[in-house]
């Protein structure tokens, strides 16, 4: 908690004293952290080592550069002392645990399979664990107003109505769609188009089981006010699932689309779901640039260039160069006119955004280095085809079929130019304004 703690500020300078104090070396509290699993014996799990095993996979996700096997192998200790607890069981199944322990286990286990999942992914690897695998019931959603001693739970409450635990259900709901969806593109099956329909409706469904309070709203810097950039945070976390979802069941799709005109429909699910996630990854960088001006490159970076920010940069670049490689050979269907050229410039704007994101990292990072030179590569080749600009400058279209001229937003320069140094002249709230806008959000105040 106390590693957690300290990557929390940019260096010992705005730490509080009593931990600046205890901080010697960068690395300090995660050294005591192994050296204090290994005195406990963590083979021999008792109460709290998985949950400090967690902890120390969470720092490790959060400060590695590059894709590493380290918190991986980790994981994977920690899944099978779950296990050798019997924490993937129903905490009914376990007569003597008190009911606070029982939901205590659920709550680990819920995090223990998002992890699973999400770290998996990240690698290529296939999950850890499999449906079939436990039997532990989801959290209820329950306040944290209980303890050891009481004899029974407090009723659960819908889940409209904020507590601890209303998190981890609503994004463990499209998680579990998601690990499906995953098993499906990388099983060897030939893929229908009911498995896309049933996915997807999937999806949306559970989407559609998350409260009010955790869906996605137009951006808001929250500049000191610490609790409102936690929640901004977490709904972004969680309509990111939905759109990771979409981009990985129709990403196939994209390329096919130039050729064959029955595949323009799931392309452009996929490219929307995809310009969502680059919107999350450029609201992140403008929340982290207000809330901590000065350490987003050295302690935040890593919440930008997530796998899934990638797979959506990718899937945008390789529509773009499609284009242009089809274009020029004449090869783009005839339905093509459907997509529309002021999609093709957002695309661009994003796909540049993103790039920027990613040089942040490029001198540190092998990982962050490729993804900036393919994208970098695609941009130049994009922007050679010479296209005609719009005249009259940007437009933004609105529900009732008129047009609105934007004006230009100018943004405090300081936090800008410590997010993005190279692309400071972008103008963030406009694009991330017109992206919600666009497609049809309305205030629900």
């Not at 490790?60 to 050798?84: F, H, K, N, P, S």
């Not at 609201?283 to 797979?311: E, I, M, Q, S, W």
């Not at 230009?408 to 300081?414: D, R, S, T």
Request: net charge neutral.
């Amino acid at each position: 908690m106390l590693h957690l703690g300290e990557l929390s500020y940019g260096d010992s300078t705005e730490m509080p004293p009593v931990l600046a104090d205890a901080l010697r070396t960068p690395w300090e509290f995660g050294k005591r952290t192994v050296e204090s699993l290994i005195a406990a014996d963590y083979t021999n799990p008792v109460h709290y080592t998985i949950e400090t095993l967690m902890l120390y996979i969470e720092v490790e996700w959060m400060t590695a550069q590059d894709t590493g096997m380290e918190g991986y192998l980790v994981l994977g200790v920690a899944i099978r002392l779950a296990m050798r607890m019997g924490i993937h069981r129903n905490a009914s199944d376990h007569r003597r645990l008190s009911p606070y322990l029982g939901e205590m286990r659920s709550r680990l286990w819920a995090v223990i399979l998002r992890t699973d999942l999400l770290y998996s992914f990240k690698l290529s690897f296939p999950t850890t664990i499999r449906r079939c695998d436990y039997t532990c019931a989801t959290p209820q959603n329950i306040s944290n107003d209980f303890d050891d001693n009481s004899t029974e739970l407090p009723p659960s409450k819908s889940l409209e109505k904020a507590t601890e635990a209303s998190y981890t259900i609503a994004k463990g709901r499209l998680v579990l769609v998601l690990g499906d969806i995953i098993e499906l593109i990388g099983s060897r099956t030939k893929i229908r188009r009911e498995d896309l329909q049933k996915h997807d409706e999937a999806l949306l469904e559970a989407r559609k089981l998350v409260p009010q309070y955790l869906r996605v709203q137009p951006f808001t810097p929250t500049a000191n006010n610490t609790e409102a950039a936690k929640l901004q945070r977490s709904r972004i976390d969680v309509d990111s699932v939905y759109h990771l979802g979409r981009c990985l069941l129709y990403r196939k799709f994209v390329p096919q689309a130039r050729r064959y005109p029955t595949a323009i429909g799931y392309r452009d699910n996929c490219i929307d779901a995809a310009m969502a996630l680059l919107g999350h990854q450029a609201a992140l960088a403008l929340d982290h640039g207000a809330t901590y001006p000065r350490n987003v490159k050295k302690r935040h970076f890593h919440r930008l260039t997530t796998p899934d920010f990638f797979l959506a940069a990718i899937i945008v670049a390789l529509d773009l160069y499609a284009e242009v490689q089809h274009g020029v050979d004449g090869q783009i269907s005839s339905e093509a006119s459907l997509w529309g050229s002021n999609r093709k410039f957002e695309m661009v704007d994003a796909l540049e955004t993103s790039i920027g994101f990613w040089r942040l990292g490029k001198d540190e990072s092998a990982d962050a280095s490729k993804a900036y030179g393919v994208f970098s590569f695609v941009l130049d080749k994009v922007k050679a085809n010479q296209w005609p600009v719009a005249e009259g400058g940007p437009k933004l279209l609105l529900n009732n079929g008129g047009t609105h001229h934007l004006e230009p937003v100018v943004l405090p320069q300081e936090p800008v130019a410590e997010i993005v140094p190279d692309v400071a002249g972008f103008e963030w709230v406009r694009y991330i304004a017109t992206y919600f806008i666009s497609r049809g959000w309305k205030p629900d105040y």
